[in-house]
């Protein structure tokens, strides 16, 4: 099992809608958790963190994490055409490396 | 200000050939990682510098890829002998100082070996 899980998709939704991007992960040790927009054929741009449980809002971002469940997520409210992108999930413990899921491709119809 | 940059944006060899690639972090971030992204695959943690500590190696594939970090600030990433295999888009990304956990990317060499 992988530690950390992400539905690759691809979700296409209509530009408005809200969307919800998931992940599980399996390390209890983990204490913070990421999440990174790629566009194509650019590097990983860090969204949001948190650091243990949770909820953290900027502006139409909203992330979640329950450790309970070891379950995090990601909402966007009013979707945008320029919210088409991949989504990263990550998470880390003391030791510093991040451990990604595989990336959620969204795509938002105008 | 100026964000991690890495250089070459892209990179053609042939097999067997040897690569270097450069990532120079933000200024004054301490840490310094080391991915690797493959099509289809998540980012794949690679080798991990803090500050003048022991760099972390855990993640190196095999001994072909070797990692320095000098003057604390920039670092090279090299990889000998390459296999068709090595091909993937290799990123850099910094932290500042200890006890922030936010890592932030550079733009990614796209390494493709014939």
């Known amino acids: 099992q992988k530690e950390v899980e992400q539905d690759p998709g691809p979700l296409s939704v209509p530009e408005g809608a809200i969307v919800s991007l998931n992940c599980t992960y399996s390390?209890?040790?983990?204490?913070?958790f990421m999440w990174y927009r790629q566009y194509s054929r650019k590097g990983p741009e860090l969204l949001m963190y948190t650091y243990s449980s949770g909820n953290k809002e900027d502006g139409r971002f909203t992330a979640q994490v329950d450790k309970s469940s070891k379950y995090i997520s990601l909402f966007i409210r009013d979707s945008q055409p320029s919210d088409s992108a991949t989504y990263l999930c990550?998470?880390?413990?003391?030791?510093?490396?991040?451990?990604f899921g595989k990336g959620t491709k969204l795509s938002v119809k105008p | 200000g100026a964000g991690v940059s890495q250089s070459p944006s892209n990179k053609v060899t042939e097999k067997g050939k040897d690569v270097e690639l450069r990532c120079d972090p933000i200024?004054?971030?301490?840490?310094l990682y080391w991915y690797r992204q493959s099509l289809g695959q998540g980012l794949e943690f690679l080798i991990y510098f803090q500050g003048n500590s022991a760099p972390d190696k855990s993640g190196l594939p095999s001994d072909r890829f070797s990692a320095e970090r000098t003057g604390g600030s920039v670092s090279t990433l090299t990889i000998q002998r390459t296999q068709q295999e090595d091909s993937a888009v290799y990123l850099c990304a910094s932290s500042p100082p200890k006890g922030s956990y936010e890592q932030y990317f550079g733009p990614g060499t796209r390494l493709t070996v014939t």
């Open positions: 200024s004054g971030h301490t840490a």
């Open positions: 390390n209890s040790a983990f204490q913070y």
């Open positions: 990550a998470s880390g413990g003391s030791q510093g490396n991040l451990i």
